[in-house]
């Protein structure tokens, strides 16, 4: 069966830091892969999204980035982090057009 | 892109009591989904549900794509079916299996003891 992990669960960094969140997948291959963010308020925010190795296409552009150096592996960085930052982030994959299934997310405060 | 509109907002409901959520759509759509989102933020998928009528115990969902909605039904509510309900929809690409889920902006479920 397929699952998906996300490290780290929580974090707390300063104002201008950089950030490194990581998204894997196991039991799939080639999967759509995806970042979102979930502010206070519920909304969910498409952030990044991939359908392969090194193809990554964004929705906002802001102070964030994506790769995907391995098939099954989505990094979510920043340079330096802005207080506007602070959510929750989500990673979920997709198979063709089957259902969507999410991380657990990891919940960062910046201060 | 797509419009998804849930209702309503808020629901504070008794244990033991039923409910039905409402989503609609703005387009036609490749598929559909229902999730909760528990306290913790996690995001657990309940149906996917492109068309017709499924049942999980207590909980069913029927999409009627034509007419570009769903319902989520819950029966004899618990404690435990508190959070955020969110309907997304799919769109892809024509020929493609590239598309994003288009979410709604949730209903937020609290079920008293």
């Known amino acids: 069966s397929q699952t998906i992990h996300q490290w780290p669960a929580t974090l707390v960094q300063p104002v201008g830091s950089p950030l490194s969140l990581e998204c894997t997948v196991e039991?799939?291959?080639?999967?759509?892969l995806y970042w979102y963010r979930q502010a206070a308020g519920r909304g969910l925010q498409l952030l990044f999204y991939?359908?392969?190795?090194?193809?990554i296409s964004s929705e906002v552009p802001q102070n964030l980035s994506a790769s995907r150096p391995q098939d099954r592996q989505f990094i979510l960085s920043s340079k330096k982090l802005l207080l506007s930052d602070s959510g929750f982030y989500l990673c979920?994959?997709?198979?063709?057009?089957?259902?969507?299934?999410f991380g657990p997310g990891t919940r960062l405060t910046v201060l | 892109g797509i419009q998804v509109e849930q209702s309503p907002p808020d629901l504070i409901l008794q244990e033991g009591a039923n409910s039905t959520l409402r989503c609609n759509f703005s387009?036609?759509?490749?598929?559909l989904q229902w999730f909760h989102q528990n306290p913790w933020g996690q995001l657990i998928n309940l149906f996917y549900?492109?068309?017709g009528t499924k049942q999980n115990g207590r909980l069913s969902a029927t999409t009627v794509a034509t007419e570009r909605y769903s319902l989520l039904y819950i029966s004899s509510s618990q404690t435990t079916d508190s959070g955020v309900y969110f309907c997304?929809?799919?769109?892809?690409?024509?020929?493609?299996?590239?598309?994003?889920?288009?979410f709604g902006r949730g209903t937020q479920l609290t079920v008293w003891p």
């Open positions: 039991g799939t291959s080639n999967p759509n």
């Open positions: 979920a994959w997709r198979a063709g057009r089957g259902g969507q299934y």
């Open positions: 387009d036609s759509v490749n598929n």
């Open positions: 549900i492109p068309s």
């Open positions: 991939s359908v392969g190795i090194g193809q």
């Open positions: 997304a929809v799919l769109k892809a690409d024509r020929g493609s299996t590239l598309g994003r889920l288009y």
